[in-house]
Antibody, heavy 120, light 107 residues
Framework: EVQLVESGGGLVKPGGSLRLSCAAS????????MNWVRQAPGKGLEWVSS????????YYADSVKGRFTISRDNAKNSLYLQMNSLRAEDTAVYYC?????????????WGQGTLVTVSS | AIQMTQSPSSLSASVGDRVTITCRAS??????LGWYQQKPGKAPKLLIY???SLQSGVPSRFSGSGSGTDFTLTISSLQPEDFATYYC?????????FGGGTKVEIK
């Protein structure tokens, strides 16, 4: 069974840093691109970042470029999001999601999400 | 960035109704569009990929159509478990962008 489990969320002050993790199981993690998607309280979904299976291709939303860094460790079946210079508007539930990889627009498995709150 | 304009933002419908949600892209995106369902407090769930392909395990009352700039998600006969918020997602290019969402409520 495919499972994605996020961790690392919490309360952080503006300007602070946080590292999110996503532990994957039930599939060959190293074969799939992965994503972070976030959702501010009461708001819609926002794509944050994607990383290809071998980390060769990395993309960011303009809203986080230069502040967030996506990475992965295929040996540990884990995806990460290093978040620096956090702002109040980064407050959201952060989901990791798997790219199906062959067909378009198919984020076929999602984690349960981890809440990040940026507040003084 | 490609803008995805979803409409309506909300709708009220009854069980058994046919429901249609649309998504318009600010430029052509071929068929690189997916539809997602999200219930309160839960992660999104993939319904449709490549604009019209039904994800495994998703009931056949859900269907998608369109190509280029205009796309539609149709629920042929609304069921109680379908009351949720629906989002479209384009991955024609980066940054990927979601539509603003459509909340389907009980009339």
């Amino acid at each position: 069974e495919v499972q994605l489990v996020e961790s690392g969320g919490g309360l952080v002050k503006p300007g602070g840093s946080l590292r999110l993790s996503c532990a994957a199981s039930g599939f060959t993690f190293s074969s799939y691109s992965m994503n972070w998607v976030r959702q501010a309280p009461g708001k819609g979904l926002e794509w944050v970042s994607s990383i290809s299976s071998s980390s060769s291709y990395i993309y960011y939303a303009d809203s986080v470029k230069g502040r967030f860094t996506i990475s992965r460790d295929n040996a540990k079946n884990s995806l990460y999001l290093q978040m620096n210079s956090l702002r109040a508007e980064d407050t959201a539930v952060y989901y990791c999601a798997r790219d199906e990889g062959v067909v378009p627009a198919a984020l076929d498995y999602w984690g349960q999400g981890t809440l990040v709150t940026v507040s003084s | 960035a490609i803008q995805m304009t979803q409409s309506p933002s909300s709708l009220s419908a009854s069980v058994g109704d046919r429901v249609t949600i649309t998504c318009r892209a600010s430029q052509g995106i071929r068929n690189d569009l997916g539809w997602y369902q999200q219930k309160p407090g839960k992660a999104p769930k993939l319904l449709i990929y490549a604009a019209s392909s039904l994800q495994s395990g998703v009931p056949s009352r859900f269907s998608g159509s369109g190509s280029g700039t205009d796309f539609t998600l149709t629920i042929s006969s609304l069921q109680p478990e379908d009351f949720a918020t629906y989002y479209c997602l384009q991955d024609y290019n980066y940054p990927r962008t979601f539509g603003g969402g459509t909340k389907v409520e009980i009339k």
